[in-house]
């Protein structure tokens, strides 16, 4: 098969996983989740039965497709960053640039049809459950980046613990700004703030835990 044989094989497979994806995003939105059949989504995506399944392995999947390319985005961060500018650097840069973007995967973003998503994956047990498999995926990719002697070879261990506070501090922070802008918070007037927050989960980050260690506070006995 020639190089340009396989590229737009390649094109065609993502504009069928897209369309599949927004068919089923669509008809989850207008029915709810559990009210759809794997055969309407089908339909509705003019695509086989057997088709779809070799495309997406469950309706949850289905959903979360709209994550798949921020799976590795972490990770594409840190190993495309500026030399001479630390990885938590790059993190934090990219994290603020997309609050000012309002990238609706920083949780700052009002709208309709993203806050509409947002409360279909938070308000459905099992796609807020799937989630956790796109977690744990874009940890293994940000370990792997860490890990890289770019500025000092890390430890593996050190490297999967730092991914996993990096992933859960961005979780953290986007569900923070979900959950203002679904009681009533606009993007614009949450901004400030949420750029706030996150300058100060990165140098939590940046320092660790060490206010934690400070017993003056412990409850005692």
Same mark, same amino acid.
């Given at each position: 098969?020639?190089?340009?044989?396989?590229?737009?094989?390649?094109?065609?497979?993502?504009?069928?996983?897209?369309?599949?994806?927004?068919?089923?995003?669509?008809?989850?939105?207008?029915?709810?989740?559990?009210?759809?059949?794997?055969?309407?989504?089908?339909?509705?995506?003019?695509?086989?039965?057997?088709?779809?399944?070799?495309?997406?392995?469950?309706?949850?999947?289905?959903?979360?497709?709209?994550?798949?390319?921020?799976?590795?985005? &972490? $990770? @594409?961060?840190? +190993?495309?960053? /500026?030399?001479?500018?630390? %990885? *938590?650097?790059a993190l934090e840069e990219h994290f603020l640039a997309g609050l000012k973007a309002r990238d609706p995967?920083?949780?700052?973003?009002?709208?309709?049809?993203?806050?509409?998503?947002?409360?279909?994956?938070?308000?459905?047990?099992?796609? &807020? $459950? @799937?989630?956790? +498999?796109?977690? /744990?995926?874009?940890?293994? %990719? *940000?370990?792997?980046?860490?890990?890289?002697?770019?500025?000092?070879e890390r430890p593996p261990l050190t490297a999967r613990l730092a991914a996993a506070q990096i992933v859960?501090?961005?979780?953290?922070?986007?569900?923070?700004?979900?959950?203002?802008? &679904?009681?009533?918070?606009?993007?614009?007037?949450?901004?400030?703030?949420? %750029?706030?927050?996150?300058?100060?989960?990165?140098?939590?980050?940046?320092?660790?835990?060490?206010?934690?260690?400070?017993?003056?506070?412990?409850?005692?006995?």
């Amino acid at each position: 098969m020639s190089e340009k044989s396989a590229g737009l094989r390649e094109r065609k497979r993502q504009r069928t996983y897209q369309v599949i994806s927004d068919a089923a995003v669509a008809l989850f939105l207008e029915k709810g989740f559990a009210a759809v059949s794997v055969t309407e989504i089908a339909e509705a995506a003019e695509v086989s039965k057997p088709t779809l399944f070799r495309y997406f392995p469950a309706k949850e999947d289905m959903a979360l497709y709209r994550f798949a390319d921020h799976e590795d985005e &972490a $990770a @594409r961060v840190v +190993s495309a960053r /500026a030399e001479g500018t630390s %990885a *938590l650097d790059a993190l934090e840069e990219h994290f603020l640039a997309g609050l000012k973007a309002r990238d609706p995967v920083t949780g700052l973003c009002d709208a309709e049809e993203v806050l509409a998503f947002h409360r279909l994956l938070y308000g459905t047990p099992s796609l &807020a $459950a @799937r989630l956790h +498999s796109y977690t /744990a995926r874009s940890e293994e %990719a *940000l370990a792997a980046a860490l890990s890289r002697p770019a500025d000092g070879e890390r430890p593996p261990l050190t490297a999967r613990l730092a991914a996993a506070q990096i992933v859960a501090a961005q979780r953290v922070l986007a569900m923070e700004n979900w959950q203002r802008i &679904a009681g009533g918070a606009s993007a614009a007037g949450l901004h400030a703030r949420a %750029a706030t927050d996150a300058r100060h989960a990165f140098a939590l980050l940046r320092s660790g835990l060490t206010h934690l260690t400070d017993t003056a506070g412990a409850t005692r006995a």
